[in-house]
């Protein structure tokens, strides 16, 4: 394993450039896109090569040399990504919500150092989640003072998407083993005691190297170690689990809209027409024009609502003060994008299989990935509770509650 380094800044993009340079990415890495699904190969020279784009900056405060770009813009670079490569958009997910966290919980110094990183484009990855705790907020894992100076970390962590190969792993952790003492340790993937483990199995996003990361007696300097003190009873009207939420959702529309474009084209150019048609060519068979229609509406309506949720989440953010209504309408508004692109995406990578026909699940042709990634990515965060939150407003006017999940 190679530590991802960078020793030369890339242009700072803005608002206007960075959608242009991430399409332009997309295009990059979506040809060999298939193969590295088929061989669950992490895709480290497409990372490198975004690296070098400035993409990694944009979220970065223009202050720090960034492009301070709006939340909106972040979450259109995603979905373009994912159109390109799903994995390629996960892998950097991470990277921008721990540049947030800096935003609010980094003192003067590690903003920077760390926003530095970014802007040369050095890419932080995550270790945040674990497996056989009661649920996502319960973590094992743990920060100790170390006698000699700094401290320890020790534990183990899962779905550490974004980790392998980056520049930095951000470690949720809790203090002396007091879960009510969040706080984030900043380690490098190469520090003596981080081990990973070539584990993540699951039947979607297969190169995103997302299973664990053995912590031993890491050593961490003080300096390295984010606070985030203790979680409030009434948490403040905050954004950062719509902004988490938002780039979630982007995955999977961008996923939607590359399973569309894929098998239409293989139904253009490679489908049989059913022999009761009286067509030559499957792409005029009256049944699959229908249905084809059909998802390209259901998509297009996607990708409205989630331009929308993104309009939402800027208004939020360009606010003189975060309410509880400002808040509360971005959380909705993400909340309602990224639940409809469970339907809608999943339905769309489903559908192109039957209208292709029995060719199309020749796993040369990987059109089965696009089914198999947008289910595994959208089980994230289930929707039900999504609608559940958006029907208590509706009917009960109950705010979303304040948690970086919603």
């Known amino acids: 394993m190679t530590t991802q380094t960078a020793v030369a800044a890339p242009p700072a993009l803005t608002d206007e450039t960075a959608p242009v340079v991430a399409a332009e990415v997309a295009d990059r890495v979506r040809p060999g896109s298939a193969e590295r699904d088929r061989e669950a190969r992490h895709p480290a020279a497409e990372l490198a090569d975004l690296a070098a784009t400035g993409l990694l900056g944009i979220a970065v405060p223009a202050a720090y040399g960034g492009g301070g770009v709006r939340p909106g813009t972040v979450a259109e670079v995603f979905r373009l990504l994912a159109v390109g490569d799903a994995a390629v958009s996960q892998l950097l997910l991470s990277h921008f919500v721990l540049v947030e966290l800096l935003k609010a919980a980094g003192s003067d110094a590690q903003k920077e150092f760390f926003f530095g990183e970014a802007v040369r484009g050095v890419r932080f990855g995550n270790a945040t989640a674990e497996r056989g705790t009661k649920h996502i907020f319960d973590r094992k894992t743990a920060l100790t003072a170390d006698p000699d100076g700094g401290h320890l970390l020790n534990g183990q962590k899962f779905y550490t998407t974004g980790a392998l190969a980056s520049g930095w792993i951000g470690v949720a952790a809790s203090t002396d083993g007091d879960q ?161 692109a469970q339907d809608i995406s999943v339905q769309i990578a489903t559908d192109i299989l039957e209208l292709a026909g029995t060719s199309a699940a020749d796993s040369r042709h990987g059109l089965d990935r696009h089914w198999r990634n947008v289910r595994v990515h959208s089980l994230h965060d289930p929707a039900r509770w999504k609608h559940h939150h958006i029907g208590n407003h509706l009917l009960n006017a109950v705010n979303p509650p304040r948690y970086p999940l919603l």
Do not use: C, M
């Open 180 to 340: 009510s003492q969040p706080v984030l340790a900043f380690v490098r993937p190469d520090d003596e005691g981080v081990e990973f483990a070539d584990d993540w199995t699951a039947f979607g996003q297969r190169p995103t190297a997302s299973g664990s990361i053995t912590f031993t007696d890491v050593r961490v300097p003080a300096d390295r170690v984010l606070v985030l003190g203790p979680v409030p009873a009434d948490p403040p009207p905050q954004t950062l689990g719509a902004y988490d939420q938002i780039l979630h959702a982007a995955i999977d529309v961008g996923i939607g809209r590359a399973a569309l474009e894929d098998g239409a084209a293989f139904v253009a150019e490679r489908s049989r027409p059913w022999f009761e048609s009286g067509h030559d060519r499957a792409a005029d068979e009256p049944h699959t024009l229908v249905h084809f229609g059909r998802l390209t509406t259901r998509l297009h309506a996607l990708e409205a609502l989630f331009a929308r949720a993104g309009a939402v989440l800027d208004a939020a953010y360009a606010a003189p003060e975060l309410t509880d209504e400002n808040t509360a309408a971005a959380s909705l508004a993400v909340a309602e994008a990224k639940a409809f």
